[in-house]
């Protein structure tokens, strides 16, 4: 028994030794880096990220009149700040079939191209004439609304002398002018005695003539907004159209003189 007895003392303090151990185990708190990070990990990026959702703040956001094309109307979403777009999106654009891949092309194009600009005078997308044609013309309308509205809050406190001076914006829709494609009306918006921006409301359509107005149209309302008055050239290809907008312009602006 004495030869044996070191062995027993051996074996039972390796018992008291796992027992220990196990017994440490099981009173460590559950976590590991892993749950950790699950749990916090995830807070940071979101704070990050909330700044963004204010970024657009004190930034106005208009949208242009749907233009209608051949395949399907286009329209125009702007943000401006400080006068100069930020940001431009298409809330409306050609879809179902070959639309769709055309438009995925051609959209973001445009919407970087008018960003890059600041204007609607940007190149058609190649193989997307009648969408950049769509797309320019609801693009026009939305940075006349802009300027209207911009021209609009800076004669509220302006007082000049003369009929019609110092009244605010104006917005005056012509007669519709009758040509032998179809009628032809323009609406104006007038601030501090000048053209802030041009609208057209009726437009020949139909057949050959949808094309002529997705190309005339754009032109001719960026014509009589530079030219402030109804004398302007007519466009190449759209003779009778340019004789029809002039009309409903002028009669647009007698009005405003009026």
Do not use: C
Request: aromatic share 2%; charged share 15%; no cysteine.
């Amino acid at each position: 028994m004495r030869k044996s007895h070191p062995v027993r003392r051996a074996v039972l303090a390796g018992a008291a030794t796992v027992s220990g151990i196990v017994l440490l185990l099981s009173l460590k708190p559950a976590s590991d880096p892993g749950s950790a990070s699950a749990a916090g990990g995830a807070v940071p990026p979101v704070a990050a990220q909330s700044p963004q959702g204010g970024r657009g703040a004190g930034a106005g956001t208009v949208t242009g009149d749907a233009a209608s094309t051949q395949y399907g109307p286009v329209q125009v979403r702007l943000t401006v700040s400080d006068g100069k777009i930020t940001r431009a999106e298409a809330v409306q654009a050609p879809k179902g079939g070959q639309s769709d891949r055309v438009t995925a092309d051609a959209v973001p194009k445009l919407n970087q191209a008018a960003v890059a600009a600041g204007s609607a005078d940007i190149d058609a997308v190649s193989g997307a004439t009648y969408t950049s044609a769509g797309y320019v013309k609801s693009l026009q309308s939305a940075l006349d609304k802009a300027a209207a509205a911009a021209g609009s809050d800076a004669g509220a406190g302006a007082a000049e002398e003369g009929a019609g001076a110092g009244q605010g914006t104006q917005v005056l829709t012509g007669d519709a002018a009758q040509t032998q494609y179809g009628p032809v009306q323009v609406r104006v918006t007038v601030s501090g005695g000048k053209i802030t921006g041009v609208e057209t409301l009726r437009a020949p359509k139909g057949g050959r003539s949808d094309q002529v107005t997705a190309d005339a149209v754009p032109k001719l309302d960026r014509a009589a907004v530079a030219a402030g008055s109804a004398d302007i050239d007519a466009v190449s290809g759209a003779t009778y159209t340019s004789a029809g907008y002039k009309q409903s312009l002028q009669s647009a602006l007698d009005r405003a003189g009026g």
